[in-house]
T-cell receptor, first 112, second 114 residues
Framework: AQTVTQSQPEMSVQEAETVTLSCTYDTSESDYYLFWYKQPPSRQMILVIRQEAYKQQNATENRFSVNFQKAAKSFSLKISDSQLGDAAMYFCAYRSGNDMRFGAGTRLTVKP | EAGVAQSPRYKIIEKRQSVAFWCNPISGHATLYWYQQILGQGPKLLIQFQNNGVVDDSQLPKDRFSAERLKGVDSTLKIQPAKLEDSAVYLC????????????FGNGTRLTVT
């Protein structure tokens, strides 16, 4: 079974600084997608960024970017110029076909 | 476009009672998921539908949980009888058929079993 591991239960960052959240996954598939979701206290999961495994170029969405290392099965999220509104739970997710799996999450605190 | 709608937002019941959750996915999304999220954990898939057919229900505790998606649109998830360990947030999500399409989530239902 495919597994997704987030080894950092909690992270904190100073406002305006940069933080990196780690994620590793295990799969034998070659065609898959990776996602980062943000879950604020309102509970709704919001898509932050996605990466297609067959694309070598790292995805970027404004202040959010990923470091995708396919051989190492690593998919980290970098948040630049952190803002107070970035404080939330962040979940790494993997999807291949109909199989969608989530990591346990990293709670990000942003200090003013 | 309207998002995924879920109701109720909160529910408190006593153990051994029954409860039902409702989900209306984004229009046109054929795939619908129900996830259970226990406090401090990531979402765990309970059941996945493709239109009105079940794709994966391998982690659904079928002795007490049931779900249906009549007409391939709305879906209901039922628990009967509830146990204390069923206390969690129940998330509904849907996605379109595109290869890399992400899941779109509703606001979830927080269930407390006392």
């Amino acid at each position: 079974a495919q597994t997704v591991t987030q080894s950092q239960p909690e992270m904190s960052v100073q406002e305006a600084e940069t933080v990196t959240l780690s994620c590793t996954y295990d799969t034998s598939e070659s065609d898959y997608y990776l996602f980062w979701y943000k879950q604020p206290p309102s509970r709704q999961m919001i898509l932050v960024i996605r990466q297609e495994a067959y694309k070598q170029q790292n995805a970027t969405e404004n202040r959010f970017s990923v470091n995708f290392q396919k051989a190492a099965k690593s998919f980290s999220l970098k948040i630049s110029d952190s803002q107070l509104g970035d404080a939330a739970m962040y979940f790494c997710a993997y999807r291949s076909g109909n199989d969608m799996r989530f990591g346990a999450g990293t709670r990000l605190t942003v200090k003013p | 476009e309207a998002g995924v709608a879920q109701s109720p937002r909160y529910k408190i019941i006593e153990k051994r009672q029954s409860v039902a959750f409702w989900c209306n996915p984004i229009s046109g999304h054929a795939t619908l998921y129900w996830y259970q999220q226990i406090l401090g954990q990531g979402p765990k898939l309970l059941i996945q539908f493709q239109n009105n057919g079940v794709v994966d229900d391998s982690q659904l505790p079928k002795d007490r949980f049931s779900a249906e998606r009549l007409k391939g649109v709305d879906s209901t998830l039922k628990i009967q009888p509830a146990k204390l360990e069923d206390s969690a947030v129940y998330l509904c999500a849907s996605r379109s058929q595109g290869r890399g399409s992400p899941l779109h989530f509703g606001n979830g239902t927080r269930l407390t079993v006392t």
